[in-house]
């Protein structure tokens, strides 16, 4: 089997796309196709133009070629040298950033593309099902009032979730209006509830993004009980991470921005993160995330891939949940897009708490291209 073109379509929600930290809002779906007929399917959540210019660039040199370019004639099975086949030929302009993203849809699509040629699903051949499904947490924005925050909080737990993060958006706010959102959203739901917060980079009402000033805030909203307090300070603020990890007993989780095995590294090591969360989309694909939970395995440290897109995602990664040791809970996306709620043809389903891990070949799911030929958008 050969691969014989790979496609970058990018994918945006009719009318405004607003400033908010909605990912979900567009995307760029990926299919590789190949000599036998069997197309896989990938996705990126990143710049969907950005990335479709470097899967469709022509060759410069041999450091420096458009990713599908590169990998034309390929056997899809070996996924591995393909992986380092895209990162030797983007080098003189990748390493990291968007090109591993790229890169990550086209690993997603292969894997994608194994499983259906064999007829069996991704988590096996990733290494063998430790557990059948995965307990999700219903993953929000949080409000700008104490009464929202309640409110939305309270309708996921209704809808049977165990587990629910509130991030971004009200985060923005004064530190003490922030203390009064996570109070909010606690009394609201009980102690029977995990509750994950997610307090963004973007610089509050009162204080700039540093870990003391981050400290601060944590040790205000310590007493509501967050199971995790995510992306405190900058991504490439190691130190900083550090230092929160250092300070508080409350976990520290982040990686959402982070790419390769190498930047993980510094994650594990130098951070000494409670949580890892790869985006499968974003860190290199399956190939590169099973590296990074093999790393993590070995230091001890929990991964939970982090998942705010469509379909796609939420299946790769729980294939990906499905085969590690240290992974046990999804992030599971609740808001409402159509890039979100559309690219398939049946959406994962809520049962008790968990959602099963798809056991059909490949990814497990039925993409709907119609929906994709309908929010395609090659020109802005």
């Known amino acids: 089997m050969k691969i014989t073109k790979v496609e970058a379509i990018p994918v945006r929600q009719k009318g405004e796309i607003k400033k908010i930290n909605d990912s979900a809002q567009d995307g760029i779906i990926i299919k590789v196709y190949t ?37 034309i004639g390929e056997d899809p099975f070996e996924t591995e040298k393909i992986w380092e086949k895209m990162y030797l030929s983007s080098m003189f302009y990748g390493r990291r950033g968007v090109v591993i ?29 430790q557990r059948d499904k995965v307990r999700a947490y219903g993953s929000t924005l949080m409000p700008y009032t104490p009464q929202e925050a309640a409110e939305e909080a309270l309708r996921w737990k209704e809808q ?17 209006e922030c ?48 199971y995790w307090i995510e992306e405190a300070v900058y991504p490439d603020d190691y130190e900083g991470y550090k230092m929160l990890v250092e300070s508080t007993d409350v976990r520290i989780a982040g990686g959402e921005n982070e790419t390769t095995r190498y930047g993980f590294k510094q994650l594990i090591e ?22 990074i939970g093999a790393m993590a395995t070995a230091h001890n440290t929990t991964v939970i891939p982090h998942a705010w897109s469509s379909g796609i ?8 949940i499905a085969t590690q040791s240290n992974s046990n809970l999804l992030e599971y996306c609740v808001w409402d897009t159509p890039i979100r709620k559309e690219m398939l043809k049946q959406d994962f389903k809520l049962r008790d708490g968990y959602v099963d891990v798809p056991m059909g070949p490949g990814l ?17």
Not at 162 to 172: L, Q
Not at 270 to 291: F, H, M, N, W, Y
């Open 101 to 129: 993203h790229a890169m990550s849809g086209i690993d997603i699509a292969l894997w994608d593309i194994k499983g259906k040629a064999l007829n069996m699903p991704i988590c096996k051949l990733l290494g063998g099902v």
């Open 364 to 380: 497990g799911i039925e993409i709907d291209d119609e929906a994709i030929q309908k929010y395609r958008c090659d020109i802005i």
């Open 160 to 176: 049977g979730f165990s587990a629910v993060k509130m991030g971004w958006g009200g985060f923005e706010l004064p530190q003490f």
């Open 179 to 226: 203390v009064k959102l996570v109070e909010a959203t606690r009394n609201a739901i009980g102690d029977d509830m995990d509750m994950m917060l997610d307090i963004g980079f973007i610089p509050s009402g009162d204080f700039n993004v540093t870990a003391a000033s981050r400290l601060l805030l944590i040790n205000e909203i310590r007493e509501f009980k967050p």
């Open 35 to 71: 000599d036998e007929g069997i197309i896989g399917y990938g996705e990126v959540d990143s710049a969907p133009w950005v990335v479709k210019s470097i899967i469709d660039s022509p060759v410069s040199h041999r450091i420096c070629q458009g990713l599908g370019q590169a990998i």
């Open 313 to 320: 995602v939420i299946a790769a990664s729980l294939h990906f």
């Open 270 to 291: 130098v951070c000494k993160l409670d949580i890892l969360q790869p985006d499968i989309t974003r860190c290199g694909g399956l190939t590169e995330a099973k590296r």
